[in-house]
């Protein structure tokens, strides 16, 4: 069975993928040089504040003396990072001496950030020989509209249950993409954009969910939205949208206020049309007024600019695995009730319960799909029910170690097709005809020492096997 592996990179590898000329594009807008500082490493950080203020090459090796000796690997870690932003540029003299440059265009904007971004101010700390750094960032792209502009501006909560059930909607867009009902505010072009992915079709026939599909929708939120807007990035040029310019907003995006409305009217027709698709999403709310109309970022806007890692925290679960095999989710949402068909067996929903099992036929339905029996654990651990979750392990040891058991014993048999032949008039002509499978390495059984004289071989052998016996019985 085919492993499919999805990597969900941030924007810091996407940044990092662009050609020099659209980096140094990027490094011309103070939002992105702070977006890039703060993703970066703590020692990556540190050394970029440490040669903010200086104009010349700094050598490797003076850098190298800066490290503790238990943190040379963190070092490297933080140089490789670096390079790679081309926030240091590195070079070899004829006498094979490294020196490092701080990227001209990030070093004068992040000057000027430090220097005069005086509002919304808070704490970086970076010890350099006992020196300390104040970190402020710059004024906030564009103002908030006035709360006797904006009317009904929606709670925070009301906020994150606008952007569930729209993530939700989109999932269960890709979940029933075989069905004829389509959920009317998924834009077909926000569909297009993953189709490739994680649907496929054929000729005459209803878009299907990929392996790739099946494993997207066991990941947790934070990774989906990373592998989303990455798609969404990398076809960009389709849309006639220039990728460092779409990555220039979204991390811009990230600087606004959750809850807070920004006049769509400060946007151009490309912003706008960004906008639409991210709503679709969930990560923007749209709101129309008498005369004007703005947009809400959610939570999920706002933590672009963090990596995976840091914003992974610990989400509510739902689901309790007895040893017995028994699952219990208490959700109501509908789409936890199709994910959970993808691997196991629903037997019924209340309101606010799904009752199921773990069977041996449920789970290979789900690897034959792609799924692999680690990424079920991983989703049955990661959404345990907080009544379970601070059990080690929170899923009963006696389960995982049968879904893993039964993954291999699933991959312990290798179908190869062939063809039986029997009914051999006489040993000799068998062991004639296993001597000539053998020289084509194609002989996968015999039983000469029976009476019945079987052999099967290799179906891509055939033809010459028939040649051989129609000889030999002339």
């Known amino acids: 069975m085919p492993q499919v592996r999805i990597i969900a990179k941030n924007f810091m590898d996407m940044v990092a993928a662009l050609p020099a000329m659209k980096l140094d594009k990027l490094y ?32 490797a090796k003076s850098m190298e003396e800066w490290v503790l000796p238990d943190g040379v690997s963190k070092h ?36 000027k950030l430090l220097v005069h971004g005086v509002h919304s101010c808070r704490s970086f700390r970076a010890s350099v020989h006992y020196f300390t750094f104040l970190y402020c960032s710059v004024v906030l792209p564009r ?29 269960l867009q890709l979940i029933n993409s075989s069905q004829s009902e389509r959920p009317s505010n998924i834009s077909s ?22 392996e790739s599909g099946f494993q997207f929708l066991l990941m947790d939120t ?17 849309r006639g949208l220039d990728s460092a310019d779409l990555i220039s907003f979204l991390l811009e995006l990230s600087f606004h206020v959750t809850g807070e409305a920004y006049n769509i009217n400060t946007l151009n027709e490309r912003q706008r049309n960004i906008i639409k698709d991210l709503a679709d999403l969930g990560l923007i709310k749209l709101q129309q007024g008498r005369k004007d109309s703005w947009f809400i970022p959610t939570e999920l806007a706002t933590n672009l600019s963090v990596s995976l890692t840091d914003s992974s925290s610990r989400k509510q679960g739902f689901v309790v695995v007895e040893t017995n095999f028994r699952l219990y989710a208490y959700s109501t949402s509908k789409l936890h009730c199709e994910i959970l068909r993808l691997f196991s067996r629903v037997e019924y929903q209340l309101p606010n319960l799904i009752v199921g099992a ?14 692999t029996g680690e990424q079920i654990i991983s989703f049955l651990q990661q959404n345990a029910h907080p009544r379970v979750a601070e059990r080690v392990p929170s899923v009963p040891e006696n389960v995982t170690d049968q879904i893993r058991l039964w993954e291999t014993d699933l991959n312990r048999v290798e179908m190869t097709p062939a063809y039986y032949y029997d009914e051999f008039p006489t040993r000799e002509l068998l062991e004639g005809a296993s001597d000539f499978a053998r ?28 040649e051989y016996l129609g000889r030999q019985r002339q």
Not at 144 to 169: G, K
Not at 224 to 235: D, K, P
Not at 448 to 455: E, I
């Open 28 to 59: 011309e807008n103070a939002f992105i040089c702070e977006a890039i500082l703060r993703s970066l490493p703590p020692l990556a950080k540190k050394y970029v504040l440490q040669l903010l203020c200086i104009e010349v090459p700094v050598t």
């Open 76 to 111: 490297r870690v933080a140089i490789d990072r670096l390079i790679q932003l081309r926030i240091f540029t590195e070079t070899v003299d004829r006498k094979r001496e490294t020196t490092y440059t701080l990227n001209p265009i990030f070093q004068t904007n992040l000057k």
């Open 143 to 171: 103002e908030p509209m006035p709360s006797n502009i904006t009317v009904r501006l929606p709670s925070l909560e009301d906020l994150q249950a606008f952007a569930l059930e729209q993530w939700e909607c989109f999932l």
């Open 189 to 210: 072009s926000m569909m297009k954009t993953f189709q490739r992915g994680l649907l496929s079709q054929r000729d005459r026939e209803a878009p299907r969910l990929t």
């Open 222 to 238: 934070n990774a989906q939205l990373w592998y989303i807007i990455r798609e969404y990035i990398s076809n960009s040029e389709e």
């Open 358 to 371: 773990i069977t041996k036929e449920s789970l290979y339905s789900a690897f034959e799909n792609g799924i």
């Open 439 to 466: 020289g084509y390495n194609a002989l996968l059984w015999e039983d000469v020492n029976s009476k019945k004289m079987r052999l099967v071989v290799k179906a891509e052998n055939h033809v010459q096997m028939r």
